[in-house]
């Protein structure tokens, strides 16, 4: 089946719930045994549902993976697998250029608990044997990255780390399964911030973890049961019902975006432009190979690159909320020095190129002519 077909079919068999076209959101927290010591696929909630399971066979499919596991969030799914992998007196290596909760997990968690980071340009695959050792346990990679959308070959990294023995995780909520496949590009362990994309309606908080080893699955599903961060029925529903419009709100999420990034790179007010579907962008070459299309995010930084100038565009902004999120439905602007990446310190910002100018736009599925004007109208 096709990608569009399987995010609507597969994970669901109507005959096995009463016949009813929709998983049923199964509220409830225990499961009842005929006898004692009787195996059941569903005993107590936070193990699992029937409602969580339709969702995480779904993720699978939509990944290329042989098991999902589901998570209360993103954030929740990337400490599950971190705790799999690495152990105290561990390394691991992350590309610079990534999501500032996950540089908080990393550098405020699990550096104090034994774990070293090394951060990574990783731009070029080569870097990567620079920086492996013996100690390296994970290499943790981000494509397109938040905010700069910069983006890694995931099949020349995945292929330099395995020769070392070293599992590769990426992190593919901007891309999702419909763009980008990592497991397929050699990755082993791919997580998603559901909330975004996937569930695509900003209604709810969920992550996920996919894998294909499974020993690796075994790990990440004792982690999910023994804390506890699971999400619970309606939430996998919500999730559930945005995927199988996933296809549909991609297209229209990269059509919108090429057509406004194309737009924004000639205007005068913005100083430059992060989008990898513009010819100029250095990775443009490598999201052709690596991706079906480009994505529904942009950065841009604005030619007066200070806080007031970020403030005042988005506060004229009518469309675009200000918000901390994207994927969604709508269209939102993220500030991200002080919003995704507040938790970071100025040095570590500034390292990155997160200046107070630079904003992220999540281009919603409304109709692009009325988002233009109103960028047009804000940037005046």
């Excluded at 042989?66 to 561990?90: C, N, T, Y």
């Excluded at 550096?111 to 990783?122: R, W």
């Excluded at 044997?129 to 070959?153: G, T």
């Excluded at 709100?249 to 513009?278: F, K, N």
Aim: aromatic letters at 6%; charged letters at 20%; proline letters at 5%.
């Amino acid at each position: 089946m096709k990608f569009a077909t399987r995010a609507i079919h597969v994970g669901y068999d109507h005959h096995q719930h009463n016949r009813a076209v929709m998983p049923p959101i199964y509220q409830s927290s225990v499961f009842v045994h005929d006898t004692v010591g009787e195996a059941l696929p569903f005993s107590y909630a936070r193990t699992g549902t029937p409602t969580r399971d339709a969702l995480e066979t779904c993720l699978a499919s939509l990944e290329g993976g042989r098991f999902a596991m589901a998570f209360s969030s993103g954030m929740a799914a990337i400490d599950a697998v971190l705790r799999a992998v690495v152990a105290p007196g561990d390394e691991i290596v992350a590309v610079a250029d990534l999501y500032g909760g996950a540089w908080r997990l990393l550098t405020r968690v699990l550096e104090p608990a034994g774990i070293k980071v090394t951060f990574a340009d990783l731009s070029d695959p080569g870097a990567l044997r620079e920086v492996l050792n013996p100690a390296v346990k994970l290499v943790w990679l981000e494509s397109p990255s938040n905010p700069l959308l910069k983006l890694v070959d995931i099949e020349a990294l995945s292929a330099i780390a395995h020769e070392a023995g070293v599992p590769v995780a990426i992190d593919n909520t901007f891309a999702t399964p419909y763009l980008q496949t990592p497991l397929a590009l050699g990755a082993d362990i791919v997580v998603h911030s559901a909330t975004k994309y996937l569930g695509g309606h900003s209604d709810v908080l969920l992550g996920a973890a996919v894998v294909n080893d499974d020993a690796l699955a075994r790990k990440i599903r004792f982690i999910q049961n023994s804390t506890g961060a699971v999400p619970g029925p309606q939430d996998c529903f919500l999730v559930l019902r945005g995927i199988k419009t996933l296809a549909l709100r991609m297209e229209r999420h990269c059509d919108s975006a090429q057509t406004i990034a194309r737009w924004l790179a000639s205007h005068p007010g913005v100083g430059a432009v992060y989008y990898p579907g513009l010819p100029d962008h250095p990775d443009h070459s490598l999201a052709q190979r690596q991706m079906a299309r480009f994505g529904g995010i942009i950065s841009l930084r604005l030619a007066e690159d200070t806080r007031v100038a970020a403030g005042r565009f988005a506060e004229r902004l009518r469309l675009f909320a200000l918000a901390e999120s994207l994927g969604g439905v709508e269209s939102l602007i993220n500030h991200s020095a002080t919003m995704s990446h507040g938790s970071m310190s100025e040095q570590d910002k500034a390292l990155r190129g997160i200046s107070e100018g630079l904003v992220r736009l999540s281009v919603g599925i409304e109709d692009v002519a009325d988002l233009l004007e109103d960028l047009g109208q804000a940037l005046a």
